[in-house]
Nanobody, 127 residues
């Protein structure tokens, strides 16, 4: 699966952004998908994941502020990010996997099971 992220840019703290992840040639409704981010000098972390059955999971740090959604008809994955703070500065990657079922595992935000990754889009949050 080829994934392309977009929507990253510089934004002031407290602002909002919507990231998009598109795929051509694949039906994303068959895939579990997720958003992951890597800040400078830090390990990659799971931000939000949606199982192919629609169940969503969020990192504690973004609950109530970020929303993951998937437009299956348009084959687009979104991440709506509100009330951004400095922790939001990172490169955001989307990922997909047809076999992985986050709903059925202990660590649904784990990145290892995802087989397809995009190149990422950069988000910078300034105070």
């Amino acid at each position: 699966v080829q994934l392309v992220e977009s929507g990253g840019r510089s934004v002031q703290a407290g602002g909002s952004l919507r990231l998009s992840c598109t795929s051509s040639g694949y039906t994303l409704s068959f895939y579990s998908m997720g958003w992951f981010r890597q800040a400078p000098g830090k390990e990659r972390e799971g931000v939000a994941v949606v199982d192919r059955d629609g169940t969503t999971f969020y990192a504690d740090s973004v609950k109530g502020r970020f929303t993951i959604s998937k437009d299956n008809a348009a084959n687009i994955l979104y991440l709506q990010m509100n009330s951004l703070n400095s922790e939001g500065t990172a490169i955001y990657h989307c990922a997909a996997d047809r076999d992985f079922r986050p709903s059925l595992v202990y660590r649904p935000l784990s990145s290892e099971p995802f087989g397809s990754w995009g190149q990422g889009t950069r988000v910078t949050v300034s105070s």
